[in-house]
């Protein structure tokens, strides 16, 4: 108080006036105006965007609605909320937003899957800073990543920036790493605070940003792991046993919408799910009409296969066909389309529908040149968006299966965001539609993605077309991404043209690159001018990319320079890379130096990256030091790494302490981590618990991991209990797994069921597996039922053609041989063909001449 009264001294923070207006009994409001024109402007003129907290409506911010309030006319009039029930992580939001009230800059992401209440979470939290005059900004308008990128440098003190749906800001392909940066500057710089960012992510999110690039890969979300580093919060996806008795009371206090979800969620905790209508609308889709089901299928598909939110209605319309069983199609009538939309607009428990169409807010940019996401035109006609729990759920259900032929041509043939085309073509040729991603590619460049740009380039240059690739790499940066002229500098390189790659790298530095500035360092190391390499290298930690020093270091280390190894790692380390601290700390561990290692990984852990304890734990596990890996192993548990969890419990098993070793892996899974789950359902069937071995392993299989159940069918199916492994292995097969059918049809094959076990065996193969598929071919060859095998073989699996091939070579019948060997050939792609057909070919005419004599060219 007293500094507060000086005239020379800094202006009161708002928690200091809000305790000063207590104390004398004055308005709030009218000193925190007093106090925000000392800081620097009054309310009418407030730098930066947003409004203030109160005026915000929670669903304009995205929380989810869960019922409507009736009028008089008995018109919905109000969309209605549930009280609030808190639990552990609204502690940790609270924390947050009290220092933040205080005068601290803070971010806080919450992470959880669909519908687990992460945004109501928020905004709750932030309900005390609107007492204290706070305002709230919700970057939107006209994409989220183009307005966060925009205005993020005009936000001004005591602004909660929300960053809902988070991976719209920082996965964004050409702006996720800008925006990332300009949070950490907003939240650094103390003339701009107090702050508070918050946002949610899905945990597969939080995965792909914070997973380490391996040694030479690119790292493209480097500044978006750092920037969550420590920042981030689970959200479970149940209730647990204090939050039920909570909701309970409520509701008999007389919460209708707590109770209403009461009646369906209490036996698994997952009243947020059922509050936001996901049980409704995925029992929807189960029971919806062949063509709804089409079009939700091929919008999941879309979805999962990295298209964007908005999904025009025409390419829906085109992809559905292929859908649908012939008896269907031929069914449908003319207006088919337009009934099936109709179903799925239709409201479940009055909250969402499982399509929804949606209008996307028209761009509104100043005058001036046209960036390159205004040139790519907006689809035309009506547009749609999945529901996110039917999204999820197709993430999972859906993720062994490619999208059938109308997909690709619909895709094709009405999509136009050059981001989602080339997601595509990416996904088309991972799944060997090589066709079809070749032309989404050629579309996606003719669109504008410098993405696609970089392939074409480099697949002109594997070609020998140097003039051509260098043309499409400038294209791409002149579109603002310099990677490809880096990429083809490393092919120049590579190839020893050093001064072209030079050459080509210095150009993508002048455009801005430090993936440049990394390569030009690595060439002149291994030229042998180390200290231009150094010099390089540091240009690249100073503009964000501490990456090139570790490689340097790296490459030190490899010969045999291990002084200046470590001085490289640690200028690495000043500049933020906690990969250098990890690389640091496993250097003195393989020289002995356990102490140094250890404090080298607690710096690490401190910095938000526990895996650096986890893995000195397995160095000294493998080195025989039991009970220091567990030390270590418990101290990167205490810095959250459920995989520390995980590895502790199995140390606990091999040890015998099987309760030890249970306690540890429920830990990890109320963590999240469903190979705990996985782990505790065999240690439940290992100790005769049964049922509570097939819990485990559905709730495992909910988290989009069945190989709980396949393992405890396998189990059962060696005990002779054949029934009940069958009923796992359907459970198994109903969450998606192929591997399951697979095994079923093994089963039955093995009971002399032969007509169900290639019913099965089809359905796996249909359903894209990848799993063991030549068993069931090959046991059929054994007994001597050869037309059988081949069927089989030929419906399934290239490597089951090449098995029988080599069977029949081995038996002399090199005729059959080269039959069933040209088939894998037609079923594969020329690197299946040189990898499993070539073998085979080359076996049987090692002199590559025809069974009459002619020399062929057998590999071409």
């Known amino acids: 108080m007293q500094q507060a009264f000086q005239a020379d001294g800094p202006v009161p923070s708002a928690h200091t006036v809000t305790a000063l207006a207590g104390a004398l009994r004055l308005p709030v409001g009218e000193l925190l105006a007093l106090q925000r024109v000392a800081a620097g402007g009054g309310d009418s003129e407030r730098p930066g965007p947003g409004r203030p907290i109160g005026l915000w409506d929670p669903h304009a911010l995205e929380v ?37 009230g205080q005068g601290h800059s803070r971010m806080l992401v919450l992470v959880g899957g669909s519908s687990t209440g992460k945004t109501r979470a928020c905004w709750e939290a932030v309900q005390p800073l609107a007492e204290l005059g706070w305002w709230l900004w919700h970057p939107f308008d006209p994409t989220r990543a183009e307005a966060a990128l925009e205005d993020l440098h005009r936000v001004g003190p005591r602004t909660v920036v929300w960053l809902n749906e988070a991976h719209h800001y920082l996965g964004d392909l050409t702006a996720g790493e800008r925006i990332a940066a300009a949070v950490h500057h907003l939240l650094t710089s103390p003339q701009r605070g107090p702050v508070l960012v918050l946002g949610t992510l899905w945990p597969q999110y939080v995965q792909q940003y914070t997973a380490l690039p391996a040694v030479g890969e690119p790292d493209p979300h480097s500044r978006v792991r750092e920037l969550l580093a420590g920042r981030t919060v689970r959200v479970p996806d149940a209730f647990d046993a204090r939050a039920l008795a909570a909701a309970t009371a409520l509701a008999e206090g007389g ?62 319309t085109d992809a559905a066909p292929d859908y649908l069983h012939d008896s269907d199609w031929n069914q449908l009538t003319d207006d088919w389309a337009e009934k099936a939309y109709a179903e799925l607009a239709e409201q479940v428990h009055g909250k969402q529908a499982p399509l929804s169409r949606v209008t996307p807010r028209p761009r509104r940019r100043p005058p001036g040149p046209s960036t390159d ?57 991972n799944r060997h539609r ?24 480099l697949m002109r240059e594997a070609a020998g077309d140097r003039e051509g690739a260098e043309n499409l790499a400038r294209q791409a940066a002149d579109h603002g991404d310099a990677g490809a002229l880096v990429q083809l500098a490393n092919m120049q390189d590579e190839a020893g043209d050093r001064e072209g790659a030079e050459n080509l790298a210095r150009q993508a530095a002048d455009h801005g690159s430090t993936e440049a500035l990394f390569l030009m360092a690595l060439m002149r190391e291994r030229a042998g001018d180390r200290e231009g390499a150094e010099n390089l290298a540091r240009q690249a930690a100073d503009h964000g990319s501490p990456g090139a020093l570790a490689q340097l270091a790296r490459m030190r280390e490899a010969a045999g320079d291990r002084e200046g190894a470590e ?23 393989r020289a002995g130096d356990r102490e140094g290692a250890e404090n080298l990984a607690r710096q690490a852990a401190d910095h938000g990256d526990a895996s650096a304890l986890a893995q000195l734990a397995w160095m000294r596990e493998r080195g025989g030091d039991r009970e220091g890996a567990e030390t270590l192993y418990r101290q990167a548990a205490d810095h959250g790494s459920t995989r520390a969890l995980v590895q502790l419990a199995q140390m606990r098993k091999a040890a015998g302490d099987r309760e030890g070793a249970e306690n540890l892996a429920r830990q990890a899974a109320d963590h999240g981590s469903t190979r705990a789950l996985v782990q505790l359902a065999l240690m439940r069937e290992t100790a005769g618990d049964r049922e509570g071995a097939e819990n485990l392993a559905r709730q495992a299989a909910d988290h989009g991991d069945a190989g709980a159940l396949v393992d405890l069918a396998r189990i059962r199916d060696e005990a002779g209990d054949r029934e009940e492994a069958e009923n796992l292995a359907r459970q198994a097969a109903d969450h998606g797994s192929t591997t399951a059918l697979i095994l079923m049809a093994q089963m039955r094959e093995a009971a002399g069921d032969r007509k169900g076990a290639e019913t099965l065996y089809r359905q796996a193969t249909d359903h894209g597996s990848t799993g063991d598929l030549v068993r069931i071919p090959l046991a059929r060859e054994r007994a001597g039922d050869r037309e059988g095998a081949e069927n089989l073989a030929d419906h399934g699996s290239t490597a089951a053609l090449v098995d029988l091939a080599r069977i029949r070579a081995a038996a002399g019948d090199r005729k059959g041989a080269e039959n069933l060997a040209r088939q894998a050939a037609e079923h594969g792609s020329a690197r299946q063909v040189f990898r499993w057909s070539g073998w085979i070919l080359t076996k049987l005419w090692p002199y590559g001449l025809d069974p009459d004599g002619t020399p062929t060219p057998r590999w071409q």
């Open 255 to 316: 919460d209708r919408l707590l109770a209403d979800a009461l009646t369906r969620a209490r036996a698994d905790g997952r009243l947020t799910q059922d509050l936001a209508g996901g049980p409704a609308l995925l029992e929807r889709y189960r029971t919806g009409s062949p063509a709804a089901r089409a079009l939700l299928e091929a919008a999941m598909d879309a979805r999962r296969l990295g298209v964007g939110l908005h999904l025009p209605q025409a390419f829906l």
């Open 373 to 429: 996401a205004a040139a790519s035109p907006r689809p035309s006609g009506p547009l749609f968006r999945l529901a996110d729990y039917l999204e999820q759920h197709g993430r999972t259900a859906r993720r062994h299966l490619c999208p059938p032929a109308s997909f690709w041509h619909a895709a094709h043939t009405h999509l136009t965001d050059p981001d989602d085309l080339y997601n595509l073509a990416v996904e088309a040729e």
């Open 64 to 100: 989810h609605p869960a019922g409507t309030a009736q009028g008089g006319s008995g018109l919905p009039v109000q969309r209605e909320l549930p009280t609030y029930v808190p639990r552990e992580h609204d502690r940790i939001l609270a924390e947050a937003v009290r220092e933040a």
């Open 434 to 457: 090589l066709q079809w991603a070749h032309h989404l590619r050629l579309r996606a460049a003719d669109h504008g993605s410098t993405l696609a740009l970089i392939q074409l380039a």
């Open 567 to 589: 001085t490289l790692y640690r200028q690495a380390a000043d500049h933020g890379s906690t990969a250098a601290l990890i690389q640091l700390a496993q250097m003195r561990e």
